[in-house]
């Protein structure tokens, strides 16, 4: 039985007549191939990188699980291609998500003039630019009475970098709210952002294999964050998990370094580090001491 996802943050969603991603009840997502070169090029990647020897076995986690392509009955009702990939959401019971767009330039090298403009006005009126990544949707587990704090999309695409600070410290709060006054408490964030196997510490294992890897450009890529909130409130781990989604722009490396995702890497980094620091906690040599 094919749905809609109930948790997504980001992206084109399906709809009466709108072509958009679904879900089964076994784990799998199925996403709609883009047009044009896009879905070719996505799927294209999927199938490089399952099958390429290079990438190493503990880089894999962060990146869902690729089970090929399938025609199928779409949203729209008709018959379209889709990649079949891991649901990310499926094991979850409320899941907090955090769907951020990495780098300060979204488009690949062979980008037409008119997408380049049109990527490039977005970016300069987003944090693109200035912080090397940006938000592109939300959504934060307040309780089973007021269900998800979840800004919608037009807000989260005008917020500059004092707003990203904010959101990122609502993400790890016990109150978060879309009332001004209200100032996040961050309660969570040495559960969710901190720890061995916390968020910090993935993207720091990432950041180690961007400094080294050049087999891919991630052009226009996002970081997924992900936690559990019921489980923190009980006493146990907040199955914390940072994954890479979207892929359909990247090209290859050519033995030349992802400069332009890894910095914008690193400035989310240096956000998440702010954010533990201010409650206590530190990162050294990528290593998270309390």
């Not at 749905?3 to 980001?10: E, G, R, T």
């Not at 729209?76 to 019971?93: F, M, N, W, Y």
């Not at 907090?96 to 780098?103: E, L």
């Amino acid at each position: 039985m094919l749905k809609i996802p109930d948790h997504q943050v980001a992206g084109h969603e399906a709809g009466a007549g709108k072509l958009g991603p679904l879900v089964d009840d076994s784990g799998r997502f199925y996403k709609p191939l883009q047009s044009g070169k896009r879905g070719a090029e996505e799927a294209a990647f999927y199938e490089s990188f399952s099958s390429n020897t290079k990438v190493p076995e503990h880089i894999r986690k962060y990146f869902p699980t690729y089970y090929g392509t399938k025609v199928m009955k779409a949203s729209t009702g008709v018959e379209h291609p889709h990649i079949v990939l891991q649901d990310l959401a499926s094991t979850r019971v409320n899941p907090s998500i955090m769907d951020i767009k990495i780098g300060s330039r979204t488009w690949g090298p062979e980008a037409s003039d008119a997408y380049i403009a049109k990527c490039l006005e977005r970016d300069r009126e987003s944090t693109s630019v200035t912080l090397g990544f940006r938000l592109s949707g939300l959504q934060v587990f307040i309780n089973d009475e007021s269900g998800f704090y979840k800004p919608n999309r037009d807000f989260i695409h005008k917020i500059g970098p004092d707003d990203v600070r904010v959101n990122l410290r609502k993400f790890v709060s016990s109150n978060p709210s879309e009332k001004l006054d209200t100032v996040p408490d961050c309660s969570l964030s040495s559960s969710v952002y901190g720890g061995t196997n916390g968020i910090l510490a993935q993207l720091l294992e990432l950041k180690a294999w961007f400094e080294d890897q050049t087999i891919y450009h991630f052009n226009a890529c996002s970081v997924l964050f992900m936690f559990e909130k019921g489980l923190v409130l009980n006493g146990a781990s907040s199955n914390a998990e940072v994954k890479l989604i979207d892929f359909a722009h990247v090209t290859e490396g050519k033995g030349v370094i992802d400069h332009n995702f890894l910095g914008g890497l690193c400035s989310l980094i240096k956000f998440i580090s702010d954010i533990l620091e201010m409650t206590g906690h530190t990162a050294t040599n990528g290593q998270l001491e309390v």
